[in-house]
């Protein structure tokens, strides 16, 4: 027989749940409405039938809503020699604290991943988030600031760096934000180097909250075309150069040492060994969150591109549509 430990309720996220079990003794109708992820759900009344599959070879944490019915089931696996915790309080008494790991990640990876959170939780809630990159540590107090959200706590510990935000409902001041902070970025370069900078940008704005257009004209129009090979009726000027520029992003070349495509191929290999987005990464997570796509139609018409052969979500403009973006807008980066 082994003995039942226990462990304060506001100390439930600190469970390690990759290496021991999260044993939810809820029913159903609770679990639905407060759910774990990753626990093992075995109601209370069904242990009986159940417990033979609650695994042994690691730490066991017991939860309900009260305290009460996990004690008793914890009583009942220590008895069976299980490393068992009694979660003290319930799920009642944790604070409904969120937790993001982002760990390894690069910029913008860690602010993109606060932001996705935050939105998740009701107002007053708490995200708490461990990052590594040291420029976090600067990116999400002024994420805080320019959000309206509150920065209760901030900290580096062993490579760790460590911050608490409470959601709060956006200031009056920050209603009118699309006319006083929106970015615009004029994509003109189809050099791999730049057009990841871009976007790296694109995904910082737009994690901050902030409206975003993206306006690609002449050679980075090319960032936005298809992989695969369109067929449709063509010009033999717009074959030609249809051929001579890169059909899409993956096939985009260094601005420096490119040394015919060696250099794009080593630079994303760094990328990724180092955490960092592919740009085919930076170029969807950009889109999910609303930045806007617009393609210079006079740009399309001079080499020969088509709509039917941009990505999905692509908008056709012009100038006018590029000013417009821009009055709106405190930054515009010409790149």
């Given at each position: 027989m082994s003995e039942v430990k226990k462990i304060l309720a506001k100390d439930f996220y600190k469970i390690d749940s990759q290496n021991s079990t999260l044993l939810d003794v809820r029913e159903t109708s609770e679990a639905i409405v407060r759910p774990v992820n990753g626990a093992l759900q075995v109601p209370f009344f069904e242990l009986s039938k159940k417990i033979d599959s609650i695994p042994k070879d690691k730490p066991v944490y017991v939860f309900c809503s009260t305290g009460d019915r996990s004690e008793q089931v914890a009583e009942i696996l220590a008895d069976r020699d299980y490393d068992v915790y009694n979660v003290e309080g319930g799920l009642d008494a944790v604070p409904k604290i969120h937790f993001v790991d982002a760990k390894g990640l690069k910029c913008p990876g860690p602010i993109v991943k606060v932001d996705e959170a935050v939105k998740s939780v009701s107002v007053?809630?708490?995200?708490?988030?461990?990052?590594?990159?040291?420029?976090?540590?600067?990116?999400v107090d002024v994420w805080c600031q320019r959000t309206g959200n509150e920065l209760k706590s901030l900290s580096e510990k062993d490579g760790v760096i460590y911050a608490t935000i409470v959601k709060r409902d956006a200031p009056k001041s920050l209603e009118n934000r699309e006319f006083e902070h929106g970015?615009?970025?004029?994509?003109?370069?189809?050099?791999?180097?730049?057009?990841?900078a871009s976007f790296i940008m694109a995904n910082g704005a737009a994690a901050m909250g902030r409206p975003v257009t993206m306006f690609f004209t002449f050679w980075g129009v090319s960032i936005l075309r298809r992989p695969e090979k369109v067929r449709i009726k063509k010009s033999l000027i717009g074959k030609m150069f249809g051929f001579m520029m890169p059909r899409g992003s993956k096939k985009l070349g260094l601005s420096r040492m490119n040394f015919g495509g060696i250099g794009a191929k080593m630079i994303r290999a760094v990328m990724k060994q180092n955490g960092v987005s592919s740009l085919e990464e930076l170029i969807e997570s950009a889109r999910q969150k609303g930045v806007k796509f617009v393609a210079c139609q006079m740009s399309m018409e001079l080499m020969g591109i088509t709509a039917e052969e941009l990505i999905d979500g692509v908008e056709l403009g012009g100038v006018a549509t590029m000013?417009?973006?821009?009055?709106?807008?405190?930054l515009t980066y010409f790149i």
């Open positions: 007053g809630e708490e995200v708490q988030v461990e990052a590594t990159e040291k420029a976090f540590f600067s990116d970015k615009t970025f004029v994509v003109f370069s189809g050099d791999l180097d730049k057009a990841i000013l417009g973006s821009t009055e709106k807008s405190d």
